[in-house]
C-alpha cells in the first residue's frame, strides 16, 4: 500500500529536480535570495536537522562514479560523432604522397595481365567448419586472423582445433578447419594490419577488381601435398588460373607469393606438370602457356634459421626476449599456464613448419668454421655509415669492412650451439661426437598425458645433446630426427632438405622434392621470368645460443634460448641470438641465392634458362606516425606496403619486362655470398 | 524557483494523505514515519546537488553512466555465460528444441555426395566497391549493398550514384566500378542477423558440405543476365567452378540451388553453357546432362512477377503503398529536399535486372480482362482448409462462398480505379494510350537531378496511361514501353517476354529468349531433375489497383491506391492490392505452372522429358517470436530458405536421393488446377 504513493512521489521528484538545476543555470543569482524567503520555518528546519543526522556519502561515491562514466562516454562519442563528420581529407594536414597505384595509373598504366596472390604462413585466415562441442556458436567464423578473440575466450578449446593430427598432419577426427577463400582471406591479418590489402588496392587503381585477381588461399598448416589431398587446393588454383587466362583475352597470369608461399608455388609449379595421380597433369609447357612472371616476395626458398628454434624449443628472439625480461612469465605453472608448451605441442603439428627448415645443408649454411655471410657487419652505427658512403664511394667503404672483417668472424654455419663459448671456439676444440651417436632411450617420467616428444626423452639424452656443442644445418635435422622422431617422420615424407646430385635421377619426381630448389628442375617456361622481391638492412635470426632449462619437470622444454649470451664481437650476437642481414625474417642468403646464383643462366636447376632478377628493398623506418608501418620498410610482412615494391609489381602486372624495370638492385653482398657458396650448377 | 515549489507540493499533501486511507489505520504511523524518512533521504541529494552546482547536463552525464555500467555488466555476464545456458532455459520452458535438420540427417547416416551450387537471387547478393568518385573515399572493398548499409544514412546521394548502372549501356557508369562480392561470404547473411543463404549452408556443412564442395555463384544482380558474362565473365566462372567441382569430386554431378531471380538467372545458364563460343560457353548439347544432377530452384519467379511491375512503374509496392498511406507526404515532400521514391526509381530502372521479372506469357498466362487462372481463388477458403493452423493476419473467417460467384478479375494486372477492376469488361471505355503525343514538359528543368522518364511524358501523356482504365499482362509491356521508353529499349535487347510458337525457329538462338522459359527449350539431359520449391499460403500481390497522383511535376505521377480496399475478405483487395496465393512475392501460378504443367514430361519446352516435381511448403509463421526468429516452417519468399523440411529436400538431394525418393510432389495450392486453365499447346 504505501510503496504506491513512494514510487508516485519517486516520478514526480526526478523531472523536478531536473527542471530545477535548469532554473539555477540561467538565473543564479535570484534563486539564492528566494531560497531562502520562500522556504518556511518549520519545515526547512526540520529538513536541516535530519539531514545532518543522515551522511550523504553513500549516495555520493557510485553516484559521482557514476557521472564520471557517464562524463567520458558522452565526451567519448562527442569526439567520435566530431571526427565521423569531419571531411576525409582536411586540407591543413600533411598529405602522405600519392599511392604508387594512383600514380602509374596517371602514368597509363592499366590492367593487363591477371595476378594470382599466393599468401605465406600464418597470413592467411582460417576458419571453423565443424568442432567439438566447446567450439559452439564458431561455424564459420574465423579462429585464425580477425580479432582472435577466441583465445582468451576458451584458450584450449582453441589450441584443439588449431591443432592437426600428430600421426596423420590432416584433421583430428571431428574436427574441420579450412582455409578461407578470397580475398578476404589475408587482406589484413587482424583489422588493421594489413598483409596483401595495400598492394590490393593499388592493383585495384589501375583497374584490377574480382575477376583478373585471385587470392590463392589454401591451409598453411597442412603439408602441400596434402592441401590437394584434402582441399583440391593445387588444383583449384590450377582451374582459376587457366580460367583467368581464359577470360582475360589469353593474358598469361602474374603470381605473387609472399614467404612460404613461395615454396608452395615452386611445388605447384612441379605438380602442374606432373601426371595425374600425384601431379596435376598440365602437361610440361603448362607454365609457359599460362604464367608470364613469378615475383616473389621475401621468399624462404632456402628455408629460414627461425623455424629451427619455433620447432626445436617454440621460440625465437621476441619469446626469448620477454622470458629474459620477466622470466617466469611463460612458464610458471603455478598459473596453469605453459604456454610455450602448448604452443610447441600446437605447432609441431603443422607439417608446414618444416618446409621452412633451411635447405642445403652445410654447403648453403655454412659448417662449423665457415659460413657465407661471414663478414656481415652488424652494429648499426656502422651499418649507417655505410649507407651514407655507399652512394658516395663503393671502393672507400668495402676497406672499412674488410678492416672489421679481419678481427672476428661471426660462426652463423653453428645454427644451434650450446653456451655462448661454444659458439665462438674453433672447431678443433670439440669433443668429437658422431653426429649420430645420441641413442633416444626412452626414460618414461611418468608425465599424466604426453604432449610434447620432450617427454619421451631421457633426461641423460637430452644432456647429451647438450654436450654436442654445436650443429649445423645439417645436423640440425639429425637433432630435430632425435628429439621429435614422430615429426620428422610425418613431415620427411612431404619434405627434402637435401642437394640434389643428379637432377635426372626418377626419384626426384616424388612429390616431397618438389618444394625444395635445390632438388627440383625449373619447368620448361623460356618466358616466363622469376623475382626475388625482399627487403634488407634488418638483423635477421640467424643462429641461436641454446642451453638447459634450469627446472626440470613434467611437460617441460628442457632446452631454451639463452638471452643471456650478448656478443661483444661486432653486434651480431644480441639475446642469445647471431643476426644477419635480411627482413627480420628470411636472411638474405635464403631469400636471394636462388635468383643472385643458383637460377641465373642456364644452370641444372634451370635448365631451360628462365631470367632472374633480384629486386632488394632497403629498410627505412617510418619517418613519421601518419606513414604507420611505414612506405619504404624492408620486414617480412610490412614490404607489403613498400611503395617501391608496389610499383614493381604493379608495372609487371601491367606488361612491362625485368629489363624495363633496370634489372637487379642490389643492397646488400648477396652477390658476394653467392659466390662463396660451392655448389656445382 | 519551480523546484521549490515541487519540492514543498508533496509536503502539504502529505498532511491530509492519512485520512483517506482508513482501513490501514495500524501501519499509518510507521507508515507516514517512513515516507519522511523517504522524503529526507530525497531531499539530500537534491542539497548536495546544489552545493557542487549539479546542472542538468551533470545529470544527464550521471544518468549515460549509470546505463552504461549496467549495460557493460550485463554484457560482461552475457559473455561470461556458458553458451549451453539459454538452449538449456529454452528447453526447459519449451520442450526439446528439434534437432535442425542437418542434425537429424547426419545422424541418419546422409554424407556429403554432389557438390551443391548456389545462385542467390536478386537484392540478396551483396556488392562491394572498387573504383569510386571522389566522394566514395574510403570505401574501397567495402559493401555497398548489403551489410549494414551504414553508408545509405551518411552519404546517401553518393550512395544512389554509385549504385546506378548507366542509363544508356546499363554498364558501369564512368569512373565507378561496383562488383560482387565473391564467395559464400556474398549471400549468405544480406544484413547482420537477416539470413539469406546462412541456414542452409550451416546445415549442409553438419553432413560434410565445405568450401570446396559449396560454391556461392555470385554475380552482380544489377546486370542483365549477359552483360555479368560480358562484364565479369561470370558465366564462364560458374561454368569453370561446376567443372572443377564435379572434377575434384570423383566426376560426382552438381545440384544446383538457384533462389529467386536466380532461377531465371541459371536457366539463362544452361542454354549459354551449350551455345557455340562467341555467345555462349561452348560446353556442348550434353554439357548439362554431364555436370548437373538437380536443379533445385527455391520460390522461382519463372514467369515473372508483378510486383516487378509496380517496381518499374511507380517504384512502390505494397508495403511502400501502406507507408504512404499512414504518413502522407513523408516520402514525397519536397521539403527536405528528399525525393526518396524518385531516386529509388531513377536507380532502380537503370538495373536491366529487373525486367526479367516483368511477367512473362502475356494474357495466356495471367488472365485476360475477364478471367484469369486464379479466378476461384479464395483467401477464406484457403483459410479454412488449415484448420489446425493458427490465424494468418487476425482477421475474421466468416468469408462466404456465395462470392464465388463474382470473381476477381486478376488478369487486369494494373486499373486505375477500383471499379475498373471490377465491371466487366464490356463497360470500360478504353482510349488508346499508344498514340498519344508526349508533350514536352516545362516542368522538367526545375526537378533538379532527378531523373525518371516521367519529366519526358508530360500531362498529355501521362492522362492517356489513366484513360486506358486497364492493362492486362500483355499491355502492360506496352505500358511500359510508352512510360519508359530509354529502358525498355535497352531491356529488349536482353530479355522477351513472349510465348514462342514454333521453338525451332534460328530466332531463338539468341540469348534474350534464354531466361523466358515459355521461348526456350529445357537442355538434354534425360536424367536431370528439375525441383520447383515454393512457399504457400501466404497473400501476393497479384494486380493493383492505381491512380493518378495529386501533384504530378516532379513526382512520379501514379500511385497505388490505397484507399481502396474490400470489406469483403474473399475479394482480396487490400490497400489497392489483389492478392493471390503464394510466397509474399512469388504467384504460386508463376512459381508452380512450369514444373507442374509446360515442363511435366515431355513437352516442347521439355523435349527430353526431364522429370519435374513441385514442393509446396505451406506457411506456418513462426510460433515463438522469440526463440525461432523468423520461423522454421516458413513459406515467405526468404524466410522459407529457413524452412527445416526445404532444407531436408535440399540435403537429402545433395546427398544422392532423387525425386521419387523424395516423395514425389508434394502440393497444397491450388496449383493443378489453375495450369489446366492456361491454354498453351505443349
Request: net charge neutral; glycine share 8%; aromatic share 10%.
Amino acid at each position: 500500500m504505501a510503496s504506491i504513493p513512494r514510487f508516485r512521489k519517486l516520478c514526480i521528484v526526478e523531472p523536478a529536480k531536473c527542471s530545477s538545476s535548469l532554473g539555477s543555470e540561467s538565473f543564479e543569482k535570484p534563486k539564492g535570495d528566494e531560497k531562502q524567503s520562500l522556504e518556511s520555518p518549520i519545515s526547512a528546519q526540520k529538513v536541516k536537522r535530519d539531514k545532518r543526522q543522515l551522511p550523504k556519502k553513500e549516495w555520493r561515491c557510485i553516484d559521482t562514479c557514476c557521472w564520471i562514466i557517464g562524463y567520458m562516454c558522452t565526451t567519448w562519442w562527442l569526439l567520435l560523432f566530431l571526427f565521423n563528420c569531419l571531411p576525409a581529407n582536411l586540407p591543413g594536414l600533411t598529405r602522405l604522397p600519392d599511392p604508387p597505384g594512383a600514380r602509374l595509373k596517371r602514368e597509363g598504366l592499366t590492367a593487363l595481365h591477371p595476378v594470382v596472390l599466393v599468401p605465406g604462413i600464418v597470413t592467411g585466415g582460417l576458419e571453423l567448419w565443424e568442432g567439438k562441442p566447446c567450439s559452439e556458436g564458431l561455424f564459420r567464423k574465423r579462429i585464425w586472423g580477425g580479432s582472435f578473440t577466441e583465445i582468451f575466450k576458451r584458450p584450449l578449446c582453441w589450441l584443439e582445433h588449431l591443432s592437426l593430427d600428430n600421426e596423420t598432419g590432416l584433421d583430428p577426427p571431428g574436427i574441420r578447419v579450412r582455409a578461407v577463400p578470397g580475398l578476404v582471406a589475408a587482406d589484413y591479418f587482424a583489422p588493421g594490419y594489413f598483409v596483401w590489402a595495400i598492394l590490393i588496392e593499388n592493383l585495384a587503381k589501375i583497374g584490377y577488381d574480382g575477376k583478373n585477381m585471385y587470392m590463392a588461399a589454401y591451409d598453411w598448416r597442412l603439408s602441400f601435398q596434402n592441401t590437394e589431398m584434402r582441399d583440391q587446393a593445387l588444383s583449384r588454383l590450377k582451374s582459376k588460373i587457366e580460367l583467368m587466362h581464359l577470360t582475360n583475352g589469353q593474358k598469361k597470369v602474374v603470381v605473387v607469393p609472399h614467404s612460404m608461399g613461395v615454396i608452395y608455388f615452386l611445388h605447384f609449379l612441379k605438380w602442374v606438370e606432373a601426371t595425374p595421380p600425384m601431379g596435376g597433369g598440365g602437361g610440361p609447357d603448362w607454365c609457359n602457356k599460362h604464367i608470364k612472371a613469378i615475383m616473389n616476395i621475401g621468399p624462404a626458398l632456402l628455408g629460414v634459421p627461425k623455424a629451427v628454434g619455433n620447432l626445436f624449443s617454440a621460440e625465437s628472439k621476441d619469446v626469448a626476449f620477454i622470458r629474459a625480461m620477466a622470466p617466469g612469465l611463460l612458464d610458471s605453472k603455478t598459473l596453469g599456464l605453459q604456454t610455450l608448451e602448448h604452443a610447441m605441442r600446437v605447432f609441431r603439428t603443422w607439417d608446414s613448419v618444416i618446409s621452412l627448415l633451411p635447405k642445403g645443408g652445410e654447403t648453403i649454411w655454412g659448417n662449423l668454421d665457415s659460413s657465407p655471410e661471414e663478414g656481415h657487419e652488424c652494429d648499426s652505427l656502422k651499418k649507417r655509415q655505410l649507407q651514407a658512403s655507399l652512394s658516395n664511394n663503393k671502393g672507400n667503404n668495402s676497406d672499412t669492412k674488410r678492416v672489421f672483417q679481419v678481427k672476428e668472424l661471426t660462426k652463423y654455419g653453428r645454427i644451434i650451439s650450446f653456451g655462448m663459448a661454444a659458439s665462438e671456439l674453433p672447431s678443433s676444440q670439440f669433443s668429437t661426437l658422431a653426429s649420430k651417436g645420441i641413442s633416444s632411450s626412452t626414460g618414461n617420467k611418468s608425465c599424466g598425458n604426453v604432449w610434447t616428444e620432450y617427454d619421451e626423452m631421457s633426461q641423460e639424452s637430452i644432456s647429451r645433446v647438450a654436450e654436442k656443442k654445436a650443429f649445423t644445418a645439417e645436423t640440425l635435422i639429425d637433432l630435430l630426427r632425435l628429439v621429435a622422431p614422430k615429426m620428422m617422420q610425418r613431415a620427411e615424407a612431404h619434405f627434402s632438405h637435401g642437394i640434389a646430385e643428379n637432377l635426372d635421377d626418377p626419384k626426384y619426381d616424388h612429390f616431397k622434392y618438389w618444394s625444395n630448389p635445390l632438388e627440383t628442375k625449373l619447368p620448361n617456361a623460356p618466358d616466363m621470368e622469376i623475382y626475388c622481391l625482399y627487403g634488407t638492412g634488418i638483423p635477421t635470426e640467424r643462429s641461436y645460443v641454446y642451453k638447459l632449462s634450469p627446472s626440470v619437470r613434467c611437460n617441460n622444454i628442457p632446452f631454451q634460448i639463452d638471452s643471456t649470451a650478448d656478443g661483444s664481437s661486432n653486434g651480431c650476437l644480441k639475446g642469445g641470438v647471431y643476426f644477419a642481414d635480411g627482413d627480420e625474417s628470411v636472411p638474405v642468403l635464403s631469400a636471394g641465392y636462388m635468383c643472385a646464383k643458383g637460377w641465373r643462366g642456364r644452370t641444372r636447376f634451370n635448365p631451360f634458362a628462365i631470367a632472374t632478377y633480384i629486386r632488394e628493398f632497403e629498410h627505412k623506418p617510418p619517418t613519421s606516425l601518419l606513414e604507420g608501418r611505414g612506405i619504404e620498410s624492408g620486414a617480412h610482412v610490412d614490404i607489403m606496403g613498400n611503395v617501391a615494391m608496389i610499383e614493381d609489381v604493379l608495372r609487371v602486372a601491367a606488361g612491362a619486362s625485368g629489363e624495363e624495370l633496370g634489372g637487379d638492385k642490389i643492397y646488400s653482398d648477396i652477390m658476394r655470398m653467392s659466390e662463396r657458396i660451392d655448389i656445382k650448377l | 524557483m519551480s523546484f521549490l515549489r515541487r519540492r514543498k507540493a508533496p509536503e502539504n499533501k502529505k498532511a491530509p494523505h492519512p485520512e483517506p486511507e482508513p482501513d490501514v489505520d495500524d501501519d499509518d504511523d510507521d507508515d507516514e514515519k517512513k515516507k519522511n524518512e523517504l522524503k529526507i533521504k530525497e531531499k539530500i541529494p537534491k542539497k548536495s546537488e546544489k552545493r557542487v552546482k549539479w546542472s542538468c547536463v551533470d545529470n544527464c552525464c550521471w544518468f549515460v553512466g549509470c546505463v552504461c555500467t549496467v549495460w557493460w555488466g550485463l554484457l560482461f555476464l552475457y559473455n561470461a555465460m556458458p553458451a549451453s545456458i539459454p538452449q538449456f532455459i529454452t528447453e526447459a520452458i519449451t520442450g526439446p528444441w528439434p534437432d535442425p535438420p542437418g542434425v537429424k540427417l547426419q545422424k541418419e547416416g546422409l554424407k556429403a555426395k554432389h557438390p551443391v551450387v548456389f545462385v542467390p537471387g536478386i537484392v540478396t547478393g551483396g556488392l562491394e566497391l572498387w573504383e569510386g568518385h571522389q566522394c566514395a573515399e574510403g570505401l574501397f572493398r567495402k559493401r555497398l549493398w548489403g551489410g549494414t548499409f551504414g553508408e545509405v544514412y551518411k552519404r546517401p546521394l553518393c550512395w544512389v550514384e554509385h549504385m546506378s548502372m548507366n542509363n544508356e549501356t546499363g554498364l558501369d557508369p564512368p569512373g565507378i566500378r561496383v562488383r560482387p562480392v565473391h564467395g559464400l561470404v556474398a549471400a549468405d547473411y544480406f544484413i547482420p542477423g537477416y539470413f539469406v543463404w546462412a541456414v542452409l549452408i550451416a546445415n549442409l556443412a553438419r553432413i560434410g558440405y565445405e568450401e570446396k564442395t559449396m560454391y556461392m555463384a555470385a554475380y552482380d544482380w544489377r546486370l542483365s543476365f549477359q552483360n555479368t558474362e560480358v562484364r565479369d565473365q561470370t558465366l564462364s566462372r560458374i561454368k569453370s567452378n561446376i567443372e572443377l567441382m564435379v572434377a575434384s569430386n570423383g566426376g560426382k554431378k552438381a545440384v544446383v540451388v538457384p533462389h529467386s531471380m536466380g532461377v531465371l538467372y541459371f536457366l539463362h545458364f544452361m542454354k549459354w553453357v551449350e551455345a557455340p563460343a562467341p555467345m555462349g560457353g561452348g560446353g556442348g548439347p550434353d554439357w548439362c546432362a554431364k555436370h548437373i544432377k538437380a536443379v533445385m530452384n527455391i520460390g522461382g519467379p519463372f514467369l515473372g512477377v508483378p510486383k516487378a511491375v509496380s517496381g518499374l512503374f511507380s517504384s512502390e509496392a505494397r508495403d511502400i503503398a501502406v507507408a504512404r498511406a499512414m504518413a502522407p507526404g513523408s516520402l514525397d515532400k519536397d521539403l527536405f529536399h528528399i525525393q526518396a521514391l524518385q531516386y529509388l526509381m531513377k536507380m532502380t530502372r537503370t538495373w536491366d535486372s529487373t525486367m526479367s521479372m516483368i511477367p512473362k506469357g502475356g494474357d495466356a498466362i495471367w488472365g485476360g480482362l475477364d478471367w484469369s487462372p486464379e479466378e476461384s481463388y479464395l483467401s477464406s477458403k484457403k483459410r479454412k482448409q488449415r484448420t489446425n493452423a493458427t490465424e494468418v493476419s487476425g482477421e475474421d473467417e466468416d468469408g462466404s462462398m456465395e462470392s464465388k460467384a463474382t470473381s476477381i478479375n486478376y488478369g487486369r494486372l494494373i486499373s486505375f480505379g477500383k471499379d475498373m477492376a471490377q465491371v466487366n469488361s464490356a463497360e470500360i471505355k478504353r482510349i488508346d494510350f499508344r498514340d498519344a503525343v508526349k508533350g514536352s514538359n516545362v516542368a522538367s528543368n526545375t526537378c533538379r537531378d532527378v531523373w525518371t522518364e516521367y519529366q519526358d511524358m508530360g500531362i498529355g501523356g501521362i492522362k492517356a496511361v489513366a484513360e486506358y482504365k486497364v492493362y492486362t499482362a500483355g499491355e502492360l509491356i506496352d505500358l511500359l514501353n510508352f512510360v519508359a521508353p530509354k529502358m525498355m529499349t535497352r531491356g529488349s535487347a536482353h530479355f522477351s517476354y513472349g510465348i514462342a510458337d514454333n521453338l525451332d525457329d534460328p530466332e531463338y538462338a539468341h540469348y534474350k529468349y534464354w531466361s523466358n522459359p515459355l521461348e526456350t527449350k529445357l537442355p538434354y539431359a534425360p536424367e536431370m531433375e528439375i525441383y520447383s520449391m515454393y512457399g504457400v499460403g501466404i497473400p501476393t500481390e497479384r494486380a493493383y489497383v492505381y491512380r493518378q497522383a495529386p501533384s504530378s511535376e516532379c513526382y512520379i505521377p501514379f500511385e497505388i491506391d490505397t484507399s481502396a480496399e474490400e470489406d469483403d475478405e474473399d475479394k482480396c483487395l487490400k490497400d489497392g492490392v489483389f492478392t493471390v496465393d503464394g510466397d509474399e512475392t512469388v504467384p504460386a501460378l508463376s512459381a508452380g505452372y512450369m514444373c507442374a504443367k509446360a515442363w511435366r514430361g515431355k513437352t516442347r519446352f521439355n523435349p527430353s522429358g526431364i522429370k519435374t516435381y513441385v514442393r509446396e511448403y505451406d506457411h506456418a509463421p513462426p510460433s515463438n517470436l522469440l526463440l525461432e526468429g523468423r520461423g522454421t516452417q516458413s513459406g515467405a519468399h526468404v524466410d522459407v530458405m529457413g524452412n527445416f523440411a526445404l532444407i531436408e529436400d535440399v540435403i537429402r538431394v545433395a546427398a544422392g536421393a532423387t525425386g521419387e525418393e523424395l516423395g514425389g510432389d508434394r502440393v497444397y495450392s491450388d496449383i493443378f488446377e489453375w495450369s489446366e486453365k492456361i491454354n498453351l499447346p505443349l
